[in-house]
């Protein structure tokens, strides 16, 4: 049982690139989610799916795309990188909403220069 | 809406000592509350959780937290800081306003302990 696994650990990109941070969960649950942490800020929710084929928007969600196609897969992606999205991005996932514990990856630093 | 704040951005403590790291919360209506932990390179983990039972939570690595809804307060403790327990800490409160379950990050509190 991986739990919440986050593929890359790294990257760099360049200006006006773009990549997509894959993240997978083995515990069936309904709920995932991708969030960026900044220095002194906490963690921040970018957009969240609450099924297989649902996504919507979080906090922060402008410059980045998502896809839920698979239970068990969430994908977040960049289509034109932007200096400003330089963070280290989690995927969480739980079983339901409510008061159900929220189970976090490993994290991807990404750098944009 | 719900809020928190962390009154501590950085706790310095020696081994062996008591841990306190505070955490004020704003909220509409009874909140749930959680304490993550997030040590160097790693992921968030889940230390206890309020959900309106009783009002002091016991977690896990011998922490807990005190739910005081007069203070609107929900402050970490541990007797005796362990070398490991260096690590940023987090507050979080569940926003379940938008029918699913947002989490609400105060700013985090880095826990140095010394020898």
């Known amino acids: 049982n991986a739990g919440v696994t986050q593929t890359p650990k790294f990257r760099v990109l360049k200006t006006g690139q773009s990549m997509t941070l894959l993240c997978a969960q083995d515990m069936n649950h309904e709920y995932m989610y991708w969030y960026r942490q900044d220095p002194g800020m906490g963690l921040r929710l970018i957009h969240y799916s609450v099924g297989e084929g649902t996504t919507a928007k979080g906090e922060v969600p402008d410059g980045y795309n998502v896809s839920r196609l698979k239970k068990q897969n969430f994908l977040l992606g960049l289509e034109s990188a932007a200096p400003s999205q330089t963070s280290v991005y989690f995927c969480?996932?739980?079983?339901?909403?409510?008061?159900?514990?929220?189970?976090f990856g490993p994290g991807t630093r990404l750098t944009v220069t | 809406a719900q809020s928190v704040t962390q009154l501590d951005s950085h706790v310095s403590v020696s081994e062996g000592t008591p841990v306190l790291l505070r955490c004020n919360y704003s909220?509409?209506?009874?909140?749930?509350l959680f304490w993550y932990v997030q040590h160097p390179n790693k992921g968030l983990q889940l230390l206890l959780k309020?959900?309106?039972?009783?009002?002091l939570v016991k977690g896990i690595n011998g922490f807990e937290a005190e739910f005081k809804k007069s203070e609107t307060s929900f402050h970490l403790t541990k007797p005796s800081a362990h070398m490991s327990d260096a690590a940023e800490y987090f507050c979080v409160v569940s926003d379940q306003s938008g029918g699913y379950n947002k989490l609400i990050f105060g700013a985090g509190t880095r826990l140095a302990v010394h020898p």
């Open positions: 309020y959900t309106s039972a009783a009002t």
């Open positions: 909220s509409s209506y009874s909140p749930s």
């Open positions: 969480a996932s739980s079983y339901w909403g409510g008061t159900y514990e929220q189970y």
